[in-house]
Each structure stands twice: as C-alpha cells, then as structure tokens.
C-alpha cells in the first residue's frame, strides 16, 4: 500500500468516530438546545418556533431572533426543578460511594484468586446483563415490597416485628442503583488492578511494610485511575437514571429523570424538558472534564 493511500485510510479511519458522533450526540444536542430556546404552543410540534429552511434564510433569520433563554430562568428560579437537580446529585453520589466500597473489594478479590478462576468470577459479575434490565428492576419491587422476599426473612428470623417501609423511597432507589451499575465498578477496576506489578507489594514487604500498610500506600494508590474511571460510569447515568426512581421510588423521589420526563410526556413542554435536559449534560460535564485533566496529567508524568 503506498504512502498515499495509508494516509487516506488513516484519515477515514479517524473520520468515522467524528462522523458518528456528530450524527448521532452533535446533532440531537443542537436539536434539543434549538427546542429548549424555544416557546411552548398548542400545535405540532409543540413549540414555536419550528425552524424551516424551506421558507428561505430572512424567514429563518426572523424565527431564530425569537430564541431566547427564558426557560433557563424559568427551570433555574423554580425550587422544584432545583430540588430534582440536588435530589438526583445526592442520590447518585451515595449509589456511586457505596458501589467503590463494595466493588473494590470484589474486584481485588477476583484479582487475588487463581488465574483459571478469574474468567468465571468475571461472567458471574456480569451474568445479570443477560437479563433485561427492566425485569431485573421489577424483581426488587418483590424483594422489598412489604410481603416481599427480604421483609419475609427479616420476620422469619425475628430480626424485626413488623414489615419495613422499603419500596417506594430513597433507599430502594439506592439499592436499585447499586445493583444495577455494579458491573461498571467491578470491570474498571479489575483492569486496572490486574496490570499491577506485583514486584510493588515485594519491595514494600521488602522495605518492612505490613500488609495492610502495602495495600493502603502501594495497591490503593495505583488502582486510583479505576476508582476514578468506575466511579464515572457508574454516577454519570446514575445521575439521569428514569427507570429506578420510577419504579423503586416514591412520590418524594423526586430525581432530575422523572422531571423531565413528566414535562415532555405529562405537560407537554418540550422546551421545558429540553432546558432540563441540556443542564443535566452541563453538571455532568464537570465531572467528565475533571476526570480528563487527571488523565493528562498522568500521561505528561510519565
């Protein structure tokens, strides 16, 4: 292949994710941030205004001056749509602290047992994938309803007298949250922990430290990039979770998903939803541009 033709093939080769992603999150986003400056209105689609080219480029100049950010405003000064956003924070981040405390011991754990078994360990971590993900969150409403399975237990054993208001509040939220991104904890941090030089832990032994001492002040440390990286996927989606809130979660459960979708599907102000949609991806934005600059320094340090 000549010199030509592999720079062609290059190009193309780094075009395609640009053009996939510009089709498919550029575009939507524009759409969406083009709704969300716009003004409800009983028609179809239902707000105005509904830009057409076909109408020619002063038409379309006209209709792009009545944008405007008062739906901002709007979703900002309400208490409601704030409390959602704190709601939604809150409940993602304790989710996401629960999941390293027992994820990381489950994945050091995977790390620490015979390599034969290390692949069995993996496919029972994420064998509920296999399972829709919808059934998997319908099963916890029979296990934490008051005649569910836990509360069944907890009574049988005479650990509690009465059944437990569990379903339908934060906790089951929680619990749903953890239990459904755990994977995203595990699979992270198994990476990074699997690549560890073991000759670390031989030269902290070596240097007179304990166990305990290595593992806080050499494995820990090391596997930070796989707290780091799991902890992301797991509070990113948990942040805009819809399906977990809605089925798990009370009326107080008042998470930033369920808002949205209540604004579109319930009062139909898509411009409403869009705002709310497009702040979401601004919040989430934060901790995504945090996580890049580690990565960056980490690279320049070595």
Known sequence: ?????????????????????????????????????????????????????SEGWAALREKLALLDAENYAFVLSDWLYVYSYMQSLLLAGIATAILVLVGYPVAYAIVRSPRGLRPVLLLLVILPFFTSFLIRVYAWIGILSREGLLNQSLLSLGLVSQPLEILSTNIAVVIGMVYSYFPFMVLPLYAVLERMDDSLLEAAADLGATPAQAFWRVTVPVSVPGIVAGALLCFIPAVGEFVIPDLLGGSDTQMIGRTVWNEFAVNRSWSVSSALAILILLVLLVPILIYQRMQLRELESR
């Not at 969300?36 to 707000?47: E, G, K, M, R």
Request: glycine share 0%; proline share 9%.
């Open 1 to 53: 292949m000549s010199s030509e033709k592999r720079s062609l093939f290059a190009r193309a080769t780094i075009a395609i994710p640009f053009l996939w992603l510009a089709v498919f999150f550029l575009l939507p986003f524009l759409i969406v941030f083009k709704i969300s400056l716009s003004d409800d209105a009983v028609a179809q689609p239902p707000y105005v205004p509904a830009l057409s080219f």
